[in-house]
């Protein structure tokens, strides 16, 4: 991975030492689409001119929806303020931010779907071009928002963010409705002597709104993906993993954790360089989030062609238990994976899982030098 290698470390640490935060973390401007657009630029809930809404910029069908409004028999909720967006087939929303070129961003935003099916929402930045599709079918919230996370790396320092709907439903207004949109500069945390995986605490992340009780979403990212949970892959069709953090969630150590919300369709990865033949220790925590997920937890964690399970029963009210895989390194790199076994849902009916936290890789037996051997002789 590009991400990390030595060049760029340095690079990206004298940027981290040097420049201030162009984009502020935090709601990107209008982000929440508080700002209304004028009525004589609306025809209905339509926004018809370009540049309506403030600080934002729309294509095609875009509706601006207000809280309580109706759809049929459906009550449109919004989470955050009073106003949302909603996006039709081939419609976007575009805003351009300022960053610092060479550092790497996390955009967080909220999304509901409504009448559609399969709905997915493609998110780029331009120029780049980086752009990721991020799936939304799957709603893991009971008021049917979900907060997604994605990252990019900026290329020039200012940008343009583009959410757009490639939707192709019949009825324009089945698109997916957006609210506070984010961004967060990312620190990609190195790999350490006591620590060779890369942000094993899992304490650098996406945004998380102060006021979101409900976790952000990290979807499937490859491998050519920047992440939006640095060093870490998810690995999954249409799944996601969600970020928790201790202002509303139990987590293990430190300030955040990942839930593993999606049973074993998705998995949470990084490679790390190993040298083949010497022994490792993985060292994890596996607990629950204390967001009532109550059941019997199953945590697979593999490295390499070891592998452990752990069982955790949950009584949905924050715990957790420590888990150490030690294994010999068959390649130079190694997978760290973690997997949740059990699919859980919650008495409202979403899904949770367990969290995963302050995982640990370290050698612990060194092959004798070659070099002290020979002086023996
Ligand atoms: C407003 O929308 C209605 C219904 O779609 C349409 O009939 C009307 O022509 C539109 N008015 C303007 C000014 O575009
Ligand atoms: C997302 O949209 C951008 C810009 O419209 C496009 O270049 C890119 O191919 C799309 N990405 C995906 C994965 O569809």
């Avoid at 899992?202 to 060093?231: C, K, Q, R, T």
């Avoid at 069709?237 to 919300?261: I, M, N, W, Y």
């Avoid at 993985?282 to 752990?310: H, I």
Wanted: glycine share 10%.
């Amino acid at each position: 991975m590009a991400f990390y290698n030595g060049a760029s470390v340095v690079a990206l640490l004298l940027l981290v030492s040097t420049a201030a935060r162009a984009a502020g973390d935090g709601l990107l401007l209008n982000g929440n689409f508080e700002y209304q657009p004028s009525k004589s630029q609306m025809n209905g809930t339509r926004v018809m001119a370009e540049n309506a809404i403030p600080y934002w910029k729309i294509t095609g069908f875009v509706e601006y929806i207000s809280s309580g409004q109706k759809q049929g028999d459906m009550l449109l909720t919004v989470p955050e303020g009073a106003h949302a967006v909603r996006l039709g087939n081939e419609a976007s929303i575009e805003q351009q931010i300022s960053v610092t070129r060479g550092m790497y961003y996390s955009i967080t935003f909220s999304a509901a779907r409504t009448c559609a099916q399969s709905e997915k929402l493609n998110v780029s930045v331009a120029p780049g071009p980086e752009s990721g599709e991020l799936p939304i079918q799957t709603v893991y919230t009971s008021s049917g928002w979900d907060s997604y996370a994605w990252a990019f790396k900026a290329k020039r320092g200012l940008v343009s963010l583009i959410i757009h709907n490639h939707g192709e439903d019949d009825d324009p207004a089945c698109g997916p409705l957006i609210d506070s949109v984010a961004i967060k500069t990312l620190y990609p945390p190195q790999a350490t002597q006591n620590n060779m995986l890369r942000n094993g605490d899992f304490e650098e992340g996406p945004y998380m709104f102060p006021n979101a009780a409900w976790g952000v979403m990290v979807p499937p990212i490859s491998e050519d993906d920047h992440s939006p949970l640095p060093g870490w892959m998810v690995m999954s069709d249409t799944k996601a993993v969600k970020c928790v953090d201790s202002a509303h969630f139990v987590v293990p150590h430190g300030a955040r954790a990942v839930e593993l919300v999606s049973g074993l369709e998705t998995a949470l990865m990084q490679e790390v360089r190993t040298v083949p033949g010497r022994s490792y220790r993985l060292e994890f925590s596996v607990g629950d989030a204390g967001d009532g997920c109550v059941g019997s937890m199953q945590v697979k964690g593999y490295a390499g062609q070891g592998s452990t399970t752990v069982t955790y029963s949950s009584q949905g009210t924050g715990g957790h238990t420590r888990a150490s895989l030690e294994f010999a390194a068959v390649a130079d790199t190694t997978r760290v994976v973690f997997v949740s076994s059990t699919y859980i849902t919650k008495w409202d009916g979403t899904l949770c899982g367990p969290v995963v936290d302050d995982a640990s890789l370290a050698c612990v037996s060194q092959q004798q030098p070659p070099a002290r051997r020979l002086l023996r002789l």
